[in-house]
Each structure stands twice: as C-alpha cells, then as structure tokens.
C-alpha cells in the first residue's frame, strides 16, 4: 500500500493477519511519556503487517515528523505540553489529509475535549483498550463506530 493510501478492506488481511505482499501500514506513536511510547512500539512492532517509523515527545515534533516522513497511522496521545495532540492532529489533517490519526488518552470518550471532534481525527481510543486487535480493526474501518469523534 503505497503511504497515505486508503487502508485495504478486511478481506485484504491473510489468515495470519498480514496484509498480502503489501507494504507495511506506516505508524508513528507520538506521547511526551517513554514508558507509553515503549509499549505502543512493543504493540505495534507485535501486530503483523504494521510497523513504527517514528517516535515523537510533542505535539510540535509530531507535526514535523508527518510532515517529513508521511506516515500511513499517527497514534496521537491528547495531554502533552506545548501543542497538545488535538492541535497536533488539527495541523496535521489540515496538511496530509491522507493521514489517519487517533486520539489516545486516558479519558472517557463522554469526557474529551469539545475540540476532540473537530481536529479531524479519525477515532478516539482510551489507552485501557489500546491493543493490537482495536488499532487493526480501526485501521481496516478508518475509525469504528464503537469509538466514534462525529
């Protein structure tokens, strides 16, 4: 899958979970904490036909590593100092809207940020349910109803 291309449909995936002969989907993890940034990679780097490129402390590195690397899926952490992700997200969208991005945190989707909604984010996933089977199926769904923004 060529980067900032439309994901594949479900039927795409082998019995094992990888994609075909595909190109693996492009991730970058973006939280300003290591510890969560270190287990999103060990998900990630678990999950068959995905792969982390990129890793990013900030709002404001993760708007410049988009810009510079195109990754496919930006697993983008909300509370971060300086651009938090939800303006993060909105720049980014706003300049490759090919990008899909999720909004992680540890909120209740009822408790987000009114602004959560608008920055073009794709889906919301509480980091309680983050997991190898919720970030494929978002991927393969471009956001799921289970964990809509709109």
Do not use: C, H
């Not at 510079?68 to 303006?87: H, K, R, S, V």
Request: net charge negative.
């Amino acid at each position: 899958m060529s980067r900032g291309s439309t994901p594949p449909p479900p039927s795409a995936f082998r019995q094992d979970g990888a994609m075909g002969d595909e190109a693996p989907v492009r991730v970058l993890v973006v939280d300003d904490q290591a510890p969560f940034r270190n287990a999103a990679r060990a998900v990630v780097d678990r999950l068959a036909g995905f792969e982390v490129v990129a890793e990013a402390e900030s709002g404001e590195s993760a708007v410049t590593m988009a810009a510079a690397i195109t990754p496919d899926l930006i697993l983008m952490d909300i509370n971060m100092g300086g651009i938090n992700g939800i303006e993060a997200t909105r720049q980014i969208v706003g300049t490759t809207p090919d990008v899909m991005v999720v909004l992680l945190s540890t909120y209740e989707l009822a408790d987000l940020p009114p602004e959560a909604r608008t920055s073009g984010a794709a889906a919301y996933l509480a980091k309680d349910d983050f997991g190898s089977r919720t970030i494929r199926a978002l991927w393969a769904t471009r956001g799921d109803p289970e964990f809509p923004l709109k």
